[in-house]
């Protein structure tokens, strides 16, 4: 078989390659669309915490601004998104959640109840590699808040996992297993104060 006739193959297989990994990567209007058609969803989870350790747990969405994450043992800890607040309860604290603006926080980009990746500055970086799409997004008002890097399959669109660094440049990974969209999930499990009466705060 002559060099010419290899290379011929090889760039048609180069070509082949490029086309369908092209085909594969989103658009920042199609995400865009996807986590605003988001409305519920639930499914499990494994964090990848900035010290190396791993939690893993049980994932509630409900958008706008709602989430909830419940995290198995050992920690048995819950954060939870509502009212514009993010509350971390602590399993071992009886003192009650510490309390952040949800605003302050990357993970304000996904559950904002209008989602436009598109805004001038929001997007940082997009990547594929002919299977995932990644993107990485701030607030461009305050991009000091820290950033979320999404990653997306395609066909049909999904949010397979988001890394959130945080203001110091800290890493928190959480990778969804199963997440199942338009789920009937209960407002209850948002509740803030709700849950600091179960919890005796």
Known sequence: ?????????????????ASAASAQQLSLGQISAY????????GGFTQINADGTLSTGQIYIKRPGRIRFEYNAPSDSLVLASGGQLAIFDARSNTGPERYPLNQTPLSIILQENVNLE???????VVSDGTTTTVT??????????SIQMVFTANPVELRQWIVTDEFGAE????LND???GSVIR??????RAEMRNRGN
């Open 187 to 192: 407002d209850i499990l948002f509740n803030i």
């Open 35 to 42: 986590l605003n058609q988001l409305q519920t969803a639930q």
């Open 172 to 175: 928190t990974t959480v990778i």
């Open 1 to 17: 078989m002559s060099k010419r006739f290899l290379s011929i193959i090889a760039a048609v297989a180069l070509t082949l390659y």
């Open 179 to 181: 997440l199942i969209a």
């Open 137 to 146: 997004a701030q607030d461009p008002d305050n991009p000091n808040y820290g």
């Open 119 to 125: 805004r001038e500055d929001m997007v940082t970086n």
